[in-house]
Each structure stands twice: as structure tokens, then as C-alpha cells.
């Protein structure tokens, strides 16, 4: 019942097969998690929302002692979250503050190119830029972070990252927790090594195969724990690190429910002992404190660490009612005695690269039609070294795993995905259906992999 392949693959490596940055329990006292604030909008008669989004610096009490020079969007580290609905009219206005460079790249979202925030379209130091858009997809937990030319390791360290929250009809009518910060809450999971001046220096952290951090920031809290009543608790996890996979579980062992992949709902929730998700991947848990009384606590652990401590303070005084049996319903994908396209991910380090190229923005990859389905296999080509994960990211759409290896992927895998681990020697097979035309990158999405080049575009005719 598992839906995690390859139990036991987590590997956070380097160039030697060696854990780079082992990631040790904090010695913070633990403090309240901090919740990112959800963005006020100003809505239009015609039910579009508009939003200011503004890449700025700050400073940001992270840790006791000094407080860090960070990156945030509306705030000194990290950023709101953003909720739209199907089928609403969206603006954005986007800002950067920034003494440099970046761009808003809106990661899941189905978006045409020239929204879509990727490497082509840089907003300048003390530059805005408008963007329209009709959300075309069901309700996710969607995120949004930097993505200029070999630049996005560094601003997404220094802490730009922020959630989009899409709701439906379907959401509506699901019985499952829905109050922000009482019994719904996100945790953007990150890991960042503070100098002993709390600083983060991304250059001395700096690894081409991926910057690790031996702290865990979640939402930017060390240690962080929640107070909740003894009910059902929906967790929206995103991996917002660079590089770290991470393994979760709870730390009695208990089963949680798994409900969302990266693009929406699952078609049922499925039970899990353990989660692993790479970098940029999206999973909604719930974990149900109903058999728990006051003063118990649990945690979520990432291997030995714990990531979040739930301390059930307070008797519910509602009926919970059970899951829903039926969350959504997906269609599975379907196979093709050949693939349409096949794509290879290869080397490490500096070395990265896809089909044996480096990214070049003027050398277009690959070649698509809009609203046609295609089989891409996509390779992690074998290495002498013993190879690592790369979690393969597409732009533009979302998709859906065929097989992995042939063999029909873990349940958990079989919903809407944008972000998909390629374990060392393995062959992933993705059904995609690209709904707008423009050019969508493609990439690894251990930041460092992809500003060393291990990105290719794509043009969707
Ligand atoms: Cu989350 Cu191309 O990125
Ligand atoms: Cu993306
Ligand atoms: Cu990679």
C-alpha cells in the first residue's frame, strides 16, 4: 500500500556517492510555525482578482542571535500565498525590488509562455511587468518562485518562494480540512546552513550538485510545532529546497493519508507509512489526531528530524466526518508502442546535461503540438559514478506517469504531476498535452542542475 518507489532511495548525494550536508535536529527551541500570510486581492466587477507581487530584501529573524539578510516576495523571506479559482480572470503585477535580476515563474500553473515566468522573461532590478490569465485547472497547491538564467539556486536560497492555492467546485464540495492554520496548513520545507553570523552565504553552501543545509526552515521556523484540536489535519507540504529529498513520516509510525499529488487531487486518498518528495514536487497529507487526547504530540519527521511537532491542545467540538472515498477522477494515461519523444538526463556536477547538451536558450530542443497528446520517455542515463535522482520538471502543464521502468507507478503517482523523480538507471514514461502554445522549458529541478545547464525548452505549435 506504500506508494513510495524504491523505499530507501532518498539519496542526497555528492560527487563521491557521499551525503554532502547531513541534516541535524535543531537545537532551537521550538517555536509556533509561522504561517505565510494569504495575499489580499482587489477584485473586479466581473469576478477577476488582481495581485501585487514584489521581489524585495530584507532582514529576517530566522534564528536567536542576528537576524539574516534574505529574499522575500511582500515580506523579508518568502512569500504569501495567492488564492485563485477555476476559470477566474487574474492579473498580476509583478515588481522587483531586487538589486538584480529575477523573474516570477509560477510552478504547475497552465499559463501561455509569456506568463509562464521562465528564463525568457527577466524583470530587471527596479522593473514591473503585468501578467493576464484565466486559471484553466483544478484545484493544487501550486508555488512560485525565481527562475532567471543560472541564478535561480541563489534567489530561491536566499528565500523566494510563495504558494498558489487553486479552488473548484470539487474542492468546494470535499469534506476534508479547509481552515487556514487551525486544521489547513502549508510547509514549504526547506534546508540552509547558517554562518555563525546567521547569514546564509550561498557561495560557501554552494555545491553543483546541490546545495544542502544541515537546518530544517520550515515556513522559515526552526523547530516549529502547531497547537491543534484532535481532528483531522491536512498538511500541504512543498519541497522548496534546492536540493534535499526528503522522506517524511510520523514519528509513531502511523499511517497518514496521502489526498493530492503536484496538480490536484488524487482519485482516492492513499494511506502511506512514509512520503518522499524531491525538489519541486507537492503532496497534501492528512493526518487524523482523532484517537489522540489533550497534551499528546506527534511528530513529522524527515528521517530523524523532525520537521513539524502537532501538539493536540484542544477537544474538538465538531463531528469529523471520514475521508472521502472519491476525491477526483482521473483517467489513466495511455501507453504508445513507441514513445514520441525520448529524453536523456545525464552526468553531475558541472557536467549535467540533457541528451548530451547544455541549455542554450537559442537552440530550441524539442518541438510539440498544442492540445495533442505525446508519450515522452524520459531517461536517467546510467553512470560510473552510481548516478542520483534528478526530479524531472516540465513547464506549462501537467502530467500524467505512464510507467516507471514499465511497471505501472505507485498510487500516489497516479494523479496529475509536474515534478517526477528519475531514480539512477531508470526510464520514466509521462503521458503530456500541452494546453498553450509558446516555448516551456523542461529541467532538473535540483536548482543547481538546472542553473548548470541541465534544462531544455521546448516549442508547443
Ligand atoms: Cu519550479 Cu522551471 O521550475
Ligand atoms: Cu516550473
Ligand atoms: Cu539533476
Known amino acids: 500500500e506504500n506508494g513510495t518507489p524504491q523505499m530507501g532511495m532518498t539519496n542526497n548525494m555528492g560527487m563521491d556517492g557521499e551525503v554532502t550536508t547531513e541534516l541535524g535536529p535543531s537545537n532551537q527551541e521550538s517555536k509556533e510555525l509561522v504561517l505565510p500570510p494569504v495575499l489580499e486581492g482587489t477584485p473586479s466587477s466581473d469576478g477577476g482578482i488582481s495581485y501585487t507581487i514584489t521581489a524585495q530584501e530584507g532582514n529576517t529573524q530566522l534564528k536567536e542571535g542576528n537576524p539574516t539578510q534574505t529574499y522575500g516576495y511582500n515580506d523579508s523571506f518568502l512569500g504569501p500565498v495567492i488564492r485563485i479559482r477555476k476559470d477566474q480572470r487574474v492579473t498580476i503585477r509583478t515588481e522587483n525590488k531586487l538589486n538584480t ?129 484532535n481532528e483531522k489535519v491536512r498538511l500541504r507540504l512543498l519541497n522548496g529546497s534546492n536540493a534535499r529529498n526528503y522522506q517524511f513520516r510520523l514519528s509513531n509510525g502511523n499511517s497518514f493519508y496521502q489526498i493530492t499529488s503536484d496538480g490536484g487531487f488524487l482519485n482516492e486518498p492513499i494511506p502511506m507509512e512514509s512520503l518522499q518528495l524531491v525538489p519541486g514536487e507537492r503532496a497534501e497529507i492528512i493526518v487524523d489526531l482523532s484517537s489522540y487526547s489533550i497534551g499528546e504530540s506527534i511528530q513529522l519527521m524527515e528521517e530523524t528530524v523532525s520537521v513539524l511537532t502537532l501538539n493536540v491542545t484542544e477537544e474538538t467540538t465538531e463531528d469529523i466526518p471520514p475521508l472521502p472515498n472519491t476525491l477526483n477522477s482521473i483517467s489513466s494515461g495511455e501507453e504508445k508502442e513507441t514513445p514520441d519523444k525520448e529524453i536523456t538526463f545525464s552526468g553531475m556536477g558541472n557536467m549535467v546535461a540533457i541528451d548530451g547538451k547544455q541549455f542554450d ?33 516540465l513547464h506549462g502543464v501537467q502530467f500524467k506517469v505512464l510507467n516507471r521502468n514499465g511497471e505501472t507507478p505507485p498510487e500516489n503517482e497516479k494523479g496529475w504531476k ?21 516555448i516551456f522549458m523542461y529541467h532538473c529541478h535540483i536548482l543547481e542542475h538546472e542553473d548548470n545547464g541541465m534544462m531544455g525548452q521546448v516549442l508547443v505549435e
Do not use: C
Not at 418 to 438: C, H, R
Open 361 to 393: 536558450m537559442d537552440r530550441m530542443d524539442l518541438r510539440a503540438k498544442v492540445g495533442t497528446k505525446e508519450v515522452w520517455k524520459i531517461d536517467n542515463a546510467p553512470d560510473m559514478m552510481g548516478g542520483m535522482i534528478h526530479p524531472f520538471h
Open 418 to 438: 509536474d515534478t517526477i523523480a528519475l531514480y539512477p538507471e531508470e526510464s520514466v514514461e509521462i503521458e503530456v498535452e500541452f494546453p498553450e502554445k509558446g
Open 101 to 229: 535580476a529575477t523573474s516570477f515563474h509560477w510552478h504547475g500553473l497552465k499559463v501561455p509562455s509569456n506568463v509562464d515566468g521562465g528564463p525568457h522573461t527577466p524583470i530587471e532590478s527596479g522593473k514591473t511587468a503585468e501578467l493576464e490569465f484565466t486559471v484553466k485547472q483544478e484545484a493544487a497547491t501550486l508555488w512560485f518562485h525565481p527562475h532567471p538564467t543560472g541564478n535561480a539556486g541563489q534567489q530561491v536560497y536566499q528565500g523566494l518562494a510563495g504558494l498558489i492555492y487553486i479552488e473548484d467546485e470539487n474542492y468546494d464540495n470535499l469534506a476534508i480540512p479547509k481552515e487556514y492554520g487551525i486544521n489547513d496548513f502549508p510547509l514549504i520545507v526547506q534546508d540552509r546552513i547558517f554562518e555563525t553570523d546567521n547569514q546564509f552565504n550561498y557561495s560557501t553552501a554552494y555545491s553543483p550538485d546541490g546545495t544542502f543545509g544541515d537546518t530544517l526552515v520550515v515556513n522559515g521556523t526552526l523547530n516549529p510545532y502547531i497547537d491543534v484540536k
